[in-house]
């Protein structure tokens, strides 16, 4: 069975561009989850979409916004990107959302903005 | 909401055996994860607990108290490739479930 997908792997843009990240998770999985990584912070969630529905957000502002589609991929928006924005984006997907699910983790788009 | 806390570094030497601690306050609980990262690789998953005990899966073994909300990995027999960072993450309780990370335990094993 295929791994969870992300594209692109690597990103380079600068600051006040927006930028679209996608993820396809394996195949039977519905829910999908985003997160950012740095070096800092360590993984900071993003949302969490189930079903093309959002069910979770995490406490980022409102320039980054997601959506999932019917065949569970899924993607995310930065608009306005800030210098602060350049971090690993990992995206996890699961059968369902919930206890006990593991989530399988793609290999991460690495965002860099200049 | 959640606060997770972990050593941020740790030094083991091969064959030996580590702990690595993990705490935590959450307004709601459900589950606690461990996880392996690799430098540049993706977190890759260990082990789960809900319940008060130990899990033991080969070298791994983790262990959880609700009460004291304390986890901690044990890693036995220490290997050179079990250099990475690893992640404590516990999920939330509530109709909709997210996970929470600590920010990681840097773990290197030395020969």
């Known amino acids: 069975k295929a791994g969870v997908t992300q594209t692109p792997r690597y990103l380079i843009k600068t600051r006040g561009q927006q930028v679209t990240l996608s993820c396809s998770p394996i195949?039977?999985?519905?829910?999908v989850s985003w997160y950012q990584q740095t070096p800092g912070q360590g993984l900071q969630f993003l949302f969490e979409y189930f079903s093309e529905t959002q069910r979770n957000k995490g406490n980022f502002p409102g320039r980054f916004s997601g959506r999932q589609f019917s065949n569970s991929r899924s993607e995310m928006n930065v608009s306005t990107l800030e210098l602060g924005d350049s971090a690993l984006y990992l995206c996890?997907?699961?059968?369902?959302?919930?206890?006990?699910?593991?989530?399988?983790f793609g290999p991460g788009t690495r965002l860099t903005v200049t | 909401g959640q606060n997770i806390d972990q050593p941020t570094e740790m030094t083991a030497t091969e064959g030996a055996i580590v702990q690595i601690n993990c705490t935590y306050q959450t307004s709601g609980f459900n589950g606690l994860f461990w996880y392996q990262q690799h430098a540049g690789e993706a977190p890759t998953f260990l082990s789960y607990n809900v319940l008060d005990g130990l899990e033991e899966k080969g070298r791994f073994s983790s262990f959880l108290s609700r009460s004291k909300g304390y986890s901690y990995l044990l890693l036995k027999e220490l290997q050179m490739k079990d250099s990475a960072s690893y992640l404590c993450a516990v999920r939330d309780s509530g109709g909709y479930q997210k996970v929470t990370f600590g920010t990681g335990t840097k773990l290197q094993v030395i020969p």
């Open positions: 996890a997907s699961s059968v369902y959302s919930g206890s006990g699910d593991e989530q399988y």
């Open positions: 195949s039977g999985h519905r829910s």
